[in-house]
């Protein structure tokens, strides 16, 4: 009963104080004048504490005040937006001494100032100067604020009230919020249209997941915001389908994944067809990947979410969470079929929620992905069961959660041994085989092999039900994807990509120029094991090339702005062919020296 009179009369005589003396105060005579204002609470307010709160909370409202923004200029645009003073802020922003986008300490920007205090002209003004319209606000609020900044709420609260808006919710949470959510906030529908008009995107969410047409209950102002929002998501859609047309999934994919020319043809093929609505709308799409260690499985998985959800990260119409990766490795005991769903009432973490059901109550249609899915307790297959089954999963707190657009994608290394080795009798088959015709080279047609129907119903599917130990499970799976062992010719390309990455940070750290000949990527090709995958050729290369350019810079025998060029050197007793360094210095053309390495040979320049 007696906090909310406490509140405004501290939050009154703070924001009276702050108008008149903060700017030009100082720290002591500001603490004279709390101490004076703690003097006239009433005695019953202080016995409870509250008198001396005064002098904290007036001290920290002087500090917020003189770190509210990064220099005066910024603080007058703020002032001017919030007054409505178009001139002054054109003016100030006519000088480019101040960034229309800069924040304020505790997170909003000009913009969200000028639509939360209806000034339409400071808006437009704020735009024309380049001002983000789909810039998100930092603050959250008050008390949550209080506790990042480690600053007493009354603190915050002062001047959340003074320098923005005193018609807000204290406990509600407004991060993420756009110019166009406060906009809405304020009912001004000329405003909302401004913006609308200028290209704000009205499908933008905020951090509770809320758009702007959740907090409007002007019929006028949704049915305006309903239109906007019906065109933006054509246009959108119609701005994606020529981007994927112009940059199909197969052309991402194949830049960042080598090989694997199957794999990558169905996955595409699956996700297109889901994408043009040739696909059951009514369930989920579901994907197991089989095939050995590092050989691309999860990657695609995320080249998968990168083009459907334009990445993990950022601004999105998902919130930048379209892609969930859980590790059912860490799912292997029974009762951790709850940290899935969210533990039953009366359990500890009951509040807390499940890891994936929560997720995707944020984003219902994102890329799931399960690894190492045959590492799960089967109850845990169970869940996932009905989740594939019906797109829909409860919670622990007996909340449904619909996910009937998500993708899941589960991976596995069943069968990983069989699949390697029938892809390797079929290029040993093809390669014969092109011999004999004389018509193709072995390396090129090796690329082309695929897995036979009858090896996978007869080898395959056995071992994954004696694994699942159910059909219905496999049943729900839509696509089985078989990722292959690389060919020799996958492992060449392997090997450059990891060589010209050493190189570009060689020369970026070092100011060293690395160089190699072709023998170099056969040798390191060869220690390929195909059960480690592209793993295996990356700890190759550091252990014959990296290792070797390490104890060389250790002895300071490579200095910046040297060539460094790699050749193959054969052992003279009839050993192993191993790796040698050729340096040439900067300073010299050519030098000859007896390098004290065991693994290299003398230095010299061509």
Partial sequence: MWATPVLRAVSRE??????????????????????????????????????????????????????????????????????????????????????????????????????????????????EAGADIDAGDEFSNVYQMAREKQLHSLEVLVVREDEFSSRLSNRASFRGCTALHYAVLTDDTQLVKTLLEKGADPTLANDQN??????????????????????????????????????????????????????????????????????????????????????????????????????????????????????????????????LIG??????????????????????????????????????????????????????????????????????????EEIAQHATDLRRDAELLALQRQSLQPSNVAEEVSIRSDFKERVVRPILKRHFRRDEFLGRINEIVYFLPFSRKELTVLVTRELEGWTRRAKDKHGIELTWERRVVELLADGYNVHYGARSVKHEVERQVVNRLAEAHEKQLLDSGCAVHLVVEDSDDGGPARIALLVRPKSHRNMDLDLPLSNTAPLGGS
């Fill in 14 to 127: 703070l924001r009276m104080a702050g108008r008149l003396y903060w700017p030009r105060a100082s720290t002591g005579t500001l603490l004279l004048r709390c101490i004076w204002l703690q003097q006239r609470l009433p005695v019953s307010w202080q016995r409870r504490g509250l008198g001396f709160a005064a002098v904290p909370v007036g001290l920290g409202g002087y500090l917020m005040a003189n770190k509210s923004s990064s220099s005066a200029q910024e603080e007058k645009l703020f002032r001017a937006a919030k007054l409505g003073n178009a001139d002054e802020l054109r003016r100030l922003l006519a000088d480019k001494s101040v960034d229309p986008n800069c924040r304020h300490a505790l997170g909003w920007t000009p913009l969200h100032v000028a639509a939360i205090s209806g000034h339409c002209d400071c808006v437009l003004a704020l735009l």
């Fill in 210 to 339: 809320h758009l702007p047409v959740d907090y409007s209950r002007n019929p006028v102002m949704r049915k305006l915001l309903k239109e906007y929002t019906d065109e933006h998501i054509k246009k959108r859609k119609q701005r994606e389908a020529e981007e994927r047309r112009r940059f199909p999934l197969e052309q991402r994919v194949k830049q960042v994944i080598v090989g694997q020319e199957g794999a990558i043809a169905l996955v595409a093929a699956t996700i297109r067809r889901k994408e043009l609505g040739w696909f059951d709308d009514e369930h989920p799409l579901v994907f197991l990947f089989l095939g050995s260690s590092g050989i691309g499985k999860t990657e695609l998985a995320k080249q998968m979410a990168e083009y459907l959800h334009g990445g993990s990260t950022g601004r999105s119409s998902s919130g930048g969470k379209g892609f969930i990766r859980l590790d059912m490795s860490e799912y292997q005991e029974k009762h951790e079929v709850a940290k």
């Fill in 343 to 416: 533990s039953p009432p009366g359990y500890v973490g009951h509040d807390d929620g499940g890891q994936l059901t929560q997720r995707l109550r944020e984003c219902p249609n994102a890329v799931v992905l399960l690894d190492e899915v045959d590492k799960a307790h089967p109850d845990v297959l169970t869940v996932l069961l009905q989740l594939f089954d019906e797109g829909r999963l409860t919670d622990g707190k007996g909340k449904t959660v619909v996910c009937k657009d998500a993708i899941f994608v589960m991976t596995s290394n069943l069968a990983s």
